[in-house]
């Protein structure tokens, strides 16, 4: 994979996690955290929630983060 499509990947999985969010969070406020309905909406926030989970523990999200790091000269080691 490379760091463009790690960044694709991360960006899709933020957006689907923030509107699988969104849906539950406006079931609960409408007052309906019961059904086929709220059990759809948290099986999707779920899914969402291993994806962004995935994308965030790849092997590529170290590399991006350590290499930011580099680029503000310091070391990986180093505290932000």
Do not use: C, Y
């Amino acid at each position: 994979m490379t760091i463009e499509k790690f960044k694709a990947e991360l960006a899709l999985a933020r957006t689907e996690l923030d509107a699988a969010t969104a849906d539950v969070m406006a079931l609960v406020r409408a007052g309906r955290a019961f059904g086929e309905r709220w059990d759809a909406a948290i099986e999707r926030e779920r899914e969402a929630r291993k994806r962004m989970h995935w994308a965030l523990h790849s092997p590529l999200a170290s590399s991006v983060g350590e290499g930011r790091k580099h680029l503000a000269g310091r070391s990986p080691n180093q505290p932000n």
